[in-house]
């Protein structure tokens, strides 16, 4: 019979990338994560001797616990998440399940980490559009949901990189930008090695209305006609990010279930009377 406390790697999958996705916490010994070095979206790396330490973050959220096999590590760390009142599970399997089931594993040294924020710190051009939107959606969907976001003039982007260490993104000349005719997101996609059917999708629309390539996918128009509005809606870039973070959370439930779906009017049942 299957604990009332584990999460299957489908389930989990389901919910990576989506608003509801628990906090997911990779409790790995150093030498197995040092074996394969690779995380599943959005897992934060943490000893699982000091697992009730991440309770008061962890509060009022729901939390998966994932070590190599989904054996004793696991299992007893989120035992001890539950004592503090935390809704804990673990992943059944651990990361050889997911491993097995084909499912994405992000290089764990793409992963830009800050010493002093304690979550990833990232810079760009302020007033974003589209690509400065999609980016950060993807990482906090995807990679860290914790990120943070600087927007500053785009005189300024790299000298703030330098006196604060936060990753430069979306500008000329560095590692997080675009390449040939391909746009930011497609490149983290890419190298956060994301091959997740829906994302890809994603991508080409993004790649299309953020390099106007309306050819590309019929959506990229209306992407660029959403962009632009937030744009015109929002004086905050933080304020604009938020509301875009719907947006696209929108653009991939649709890529992930509805590309199948129509909509017309009159509907049949009217046809029908």
């Not at 979206?41 to 509060?59: C, G, K, V």
């Not at 935390?86 to 800050?114: C, M, S, V």
């Not at 997740?196 to 996918?217: Q, W």
């Not at 890529?255 to 009377?273: C, G, I, V, Y």
Request: glycine share 6%; aromatic share 8%; proline share 7%.
């Amino acid at each position: 019979m299957a604990s009332p406390n584990t999460i299957t790697p489908a389930q989990l999958t389901r919910l990576i990338g989506t608003p509801d996705a628990p906090m997911l916490i990779d409790i790995c010994i150093d030498d197995d994560f040092k074996a394969d070095p690779r995380v599943i979206p959005t897992a934060l790396r943490h000893s699982f001797a000091t697992i009730t330490d991440l309770a008061p973050a962890l509060s009022g959220k729901r939390a998966v616990v994932i070590c190599q096999k989904g054996r004793k590590l696991s299992q007893g760390a989120a035992a001890l998440l539950r004592t503090k009142g935390i809704q804990a599970e673990y992943l059944e399997g651990g990361n050889f399940a997911w491993r097995d089931a084909g499912l994405p594993l992000i290089p764990a040294d793409k992963i830009p980490t800050h010493p002093h924020h304690g979550t990833t710190l990232w810079v760009t051009r302020h007033r974003p559009k589209i690509d400065r939107i999609a980016c950060p959606w993807l990482i906090r969907r995807f990679v860290d949901p914790n990120a943070q976001f600087l927007f500053v003039s785009p005189s300024e982007v790299m000298n703030v990189a330098d006196r604060f260490g936060a990753t430069p993104f979306d500008v000329e000349g560095v590692f997080w930008s675009h390449r040939g005719d391909t746009c930011t997101f497609d490149t983290m996609v890419d190298e956060f090695a994301l091959d997740i059917p829906a994302l890809k999708h994603l991508a080409t629309i993004v790649r299309g209305a953020d390099t106007n390539r309306h050819d590309l996918a019929p959506e990229c128009a209306g992407l660029l006609a959403a962009s632009l509005g937030l744009s015109r809606m929002y004086r905050d870039d933080l304020e604009q990010l938020d509301a875009g973070l719907s947006l696209y959370d929108a653009f991939y439930r649709w890529s992930r279930d509805a590309t199948n779906e129509s909509h017309d009017w009159p509907t049949s049942q009217n046809q029908k009377a």
